[in-house]
């Protein structure tokens, strides 16, 4: 399943942030290419995902999945402003010192895990994710934070089945991960049951696609930078063999039982001049949308589109816009 948030439209902003989707595993919080993420549950279809990675292809032999983590890493602090929006607003519909259960499911690495700790400052935050390996990388970062340590633990678990015995959560976060499975209403349920009376469920998927260039830029001006974003959606709606910008996430999380469901989209911005960070996730998210859809556009924006890419560290106008669909619902009071 694909973090969060990577994420993105293919960045679409996920937990892998690459360009293809595809159902490979995603982890979920990210923004990049791919899909975001998913990491939490992977069904293994097919291969390469997005956020940030490529999806999918964890499962072949000599796979890097250093590489993979990184990458979804990056996408996970790219989306930590809109992090930060959506738990300010959870503040109006809940008291974040009485919150005793946090559950991040498709936690990928651990960043939106850490930040979901740091601000439920007094309860137990459970990062749940189908791979193995992206669960070792979340263990590393959050035991090296004195500030969370002793109330994170990590649990394998695939959303496409019934979570491992846990107390109920105040909070469940799910981020670019649950388009990723088999039966959406039937994980939200199984999600709603986790949660306590009048709980609350953030859900974050796709939005619109990632912006980086001034107005003036060229590249922008050209369209090459358009046709990048829209091959990468097209391979994205392949693989899953759905379109996960045109969910009717509403009804199937009424269907699943919730209620008071409130949607709109956010951004998680980086304004220029960029921290080396974000300057680094451009060259990725560029790099990676090439590799996966430098076939399908056409040969004159190649040049450019890289050209961009090598000359990203260097630039100060570039900057980060990554749009997402956020859905804050909540389980009814009993």
Do not use: C
């Amino acid at each position: 399943m694909p973090t969060g948030d990577s994420d993105h439209q293919p960045d679409a902003a996920d937990r892998h942030d690459n360009h293809g989707d595809d159902r490979g595993h995603g982890h979920g919080h990210g923004h990049g290419h791919g899909h975001g993420h998913g990491h939490g549950h992977g069904h293994g279809h097919g291969h390469g995902h997005g956020h940030g990675h490529g999806h999918g292809h964890g499962h072949e032999e000599g796979f890097d999945w250093e590489a993979m983590a990184d990458s979804i890493e990056l996408d996970g602090v790219m989306v930590l402003p809109l992090v930060a929006d959506v738990l300010a607003e959870l503040g109006e519909l809940l008291h974040w010192s009485q919150v005793g259960h946090v559950l991040d499911v498709g936690s990928g690495p651990g960043v939106v895990t850490a930040a979901l700790a740091q601000h439920a400052a007094y309860a137990q935050v459970t990062a749940v994710d189908s791979s193995p390996q992206m669960l070792a990388r979340a263990e590393t970062r959050l035991r090296a934070d004195r500030r969370v340590s002793r109330r994170v633990r990590t649990i394998a678990a695939d959303l496409d089945d019934e979570l491992p015995a846990l107390e109920p959560a105040h909070v469940i976060w799910a981020s670019m991960v649950l388009h990723h499975v088999a039966d959406p209403v039937a994980a939200l349920r199984r999600l709603y049951r986790r949660l306590v009376p009048g709980g609350v469920l953030v859900l974050i998927e796709f939005a619109g696609p990632p912006a980086v260039l001034p107005p003036d830029d060229p590249t922008l001006l050209a369209g090459s930078w358009a046709r990048l974003e829209e091959a990468a959606a097209v391979m994205i709606r392949e693989r899953l063999g759905l379109d996960p910008w045109r969910l009717d996430w509403p009804a199937m999380l009424a269907e699943a039982g919730f209620v008071d469901t409130k949607e709109r989209n956010r951004a998680a911005f980086h304004a220029a001049p960029l921290a080396e960070q974000a300057r680094r996730w451009i060259v990725k998210h560029i790099n990676r949308g090439l590799q996966m859809v430098g076939d399908r556009i056409p040969a004159a924006d190649l040049g450019p589109l890289q050209d961009l890419a090598d000359s990203a560290l260097a630039r100060r106008d570039l900057f980060v816009r990554a749009e997402r669909r956020v859905l804050i619902t909540r389980r009814a009071l009993d």
